[in-house]
């Protein structure tokens, strides 16, 4: 099919976009304010420091940001916004009347994506602003197409491949123990073919819900390995720790009680394996292999449990 035919001429809604305003003088938030608050949510901070108050309870999708504040400057904002990984990803343009070329430099050098001098003009600020929430927000779209999986909604084989390369490197260096926990449901063949592909799906998501549930730490992480295997990474974490994190998803799963007659167990089950860098000595290439004959291990005997 040519790619013109894919085509969406339909305008994209940033109307819940939300534009994060940081400048020591309240006549300015308030000018941009005005300018802007018929098409965005508008927030607004006076320092660097409230602003990353702001950005700790609500990502903004843009910054437009003062250079010149007492404290701490724009620049200065803005290099440690672009340090921190929640932050980093955030366009920043600078809203300044600096007009020497140098020090606009800086503003570049420091991660700003734009540069709009004051005063300001209003046409100039929405065009810039609606330019730059529309290339965030088809960004934002392609990494969900990309790495989170359609059916579940969880990260897909594609992230973790991508996300476990890194952290392999970084258990390299740090000599920081990290387990892989590989869970698969018993018979879902059996089960699709009992009870139709449609609740299968539905059922895939909820095991995949539970098991994102059943994660305590912002590093763990849970993604689609395939079909209905999922492969959870948990960061500094030993075997002992491991086994308590994959008990915690097979018992809550058991509790459920999903109706599936035509296993042994009469509700749906998973299968567990367990592996560690630690006990692996070839690191990355058989941590993953090792989980899964651990797994393997699990079904040979009755599935429904783990294995390490
Ligand atoms: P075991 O206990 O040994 O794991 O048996 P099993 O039937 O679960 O294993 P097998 O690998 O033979 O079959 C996996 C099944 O998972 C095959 C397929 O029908 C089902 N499956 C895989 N992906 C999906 C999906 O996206 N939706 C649905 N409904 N079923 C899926
Ligand atoms: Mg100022
Ligand atoms: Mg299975
Ligand atoms: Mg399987």
């Given amino acids: 099919m040519p790619i013109s035919k894919l ?10 976009s939300k534009i994060l305003v940081v400048d020591d003088q309240p006549i300015n938030i308030q000018t941009v304010y005005n300018i802007l608050s018929d098409d965005y949510v508008v927030l607004a901070a006076t320092s660097g420091k409230d602003a990353f108050k702001v950005c700790e309870k609500n990502i903004p999708d843009l910054i437009l940001l003062d250079v010149v504040m007492p404290e701490m400057s724009g620049l200065e904002f803005c290099q440690q916004l672009k340090q921190r990984s929640d932050t980093k990803g955030i366009p920043v343009i600078f809203v300044t009347s600096i007009n020497q070329q140098e020090e606009e430099n800086e503003c570049w050098v420091c991660g700003g994506i734009d540069f709009i001098t004051k005063p300001v003009n209003p046409m100039t600020l929405k ?34 491949d991508t996300h476990f390369e890194k952290l392999s490197n970084e258990v390299e260096r740090s000599h920081r123990d990290t387990a892989i926990v590989m869970v698969d449901i018993d018979y879902f063949k059996l089960y699709n073919d ?7 799906d539905s059922t895939l998501k909820q095991v995949a819900l539970l098991i994102q549930n059943s994660l305590q730490r ?19 974490t030993e075997v002992d720790g491991a086994v308590a994190v994959a008990e915690r998803i097979r018992t809550s799963l058991l509790k459920k009680q999903i109706e599936h007659l035509t296993s042994e167990y009469k509700v749906v089950t998973v299968s567990i394996g367990i592996s560690t860098f630690l006990t692996c000595k070839s690191k990355q290439h058989t941590v993953i292999e090792d989980a899964d004959v651990n797994l393997y291990e699990a079904k040979k005997g009755g599935r429904n449990r783990v294995c390490i």
């Fill in 7 to 16: 085509n969406d001429d339909a305008e994209v809604d940033l109307s819940q």
């Fill in 127 to 160: 065009n810039r602003v609606k330019a730059q929430l529309t290339l965030k927000y088809q960004k934002d779209l392609l990494l969900k197409l990309v790495y989170v999986d359609g059916l579940t909604s969880i990260f897909n084989r594609r992230y973790f």
């Fill in 194 to 200: 009992r009870y139709g592909h449609v609740l299968g």
């Fill in 218 to 236: 912002p590093a763990d992480l849970v993604s689609r390995y395939g079909g209905e295997e999922f492969v959870v990474v948990l960061p500094e």
